[in-house]
């Protein structure tokens, strides 16, 4: 079972920037595909982002050229800059095993991210 501990939230202004971080656990982390997963109140989980072990990216529509998804596999840690952040982007943002229903992946506390207008 790999774990992962979010960070990196916080509340920022319409186009406002911030930088997320995931902390993985376990030893061959660099052979995960690893996406970020966001749930807004009152909606389904949805796949933001995800980025293969060897650094091939894939974007939603809804970030595609605004946020960047990134790994340090020496460091287990995956991470996802935003920029130009609206308030829809305003949810609950986790990071897990692409796909997420892949068997050793799990969720985590995940970390809010809130855009004010």
């Known amino acids: 079972q790999v774990q992962f501990v979010e960070s990196g939230g916080g509340l920022v202004q319409s186009g406002g920037s911030l930088k997320l971080s995931c902390a993985a656990s376990g030893s061959i982390f660099s052979i995960y595909t690893m996406g970020w997963y966001r749930q807004a109140p009152g909606k389904q989980r949805e796949l933001v982002a995800a980025?293969?072990?060897?650094?091939?990216?894939n974007y939603a529509d809804s970030v595609k050229g605004r946020f960047t998804i990134s790994r340090d596999n020496a460091k287990n840690t995956v991470f996802l800059q935003m920029n130009s952040l609206k308030p829809e982007d305003t949810a609950v943002y986790y990071c897990?095993?692409?796909?997420?229903?892949?068997?050793?992946?799990?969720w985590g506390q995940g970390t809010q991210v809130t855009v004010s207008s």
């Open positions: 980025i293969t072990g060897g650094g091939s990216t």
């Open positions: 897990n095993l692409y796909p997420s229903s892949t068997r050793r992946g799990s």
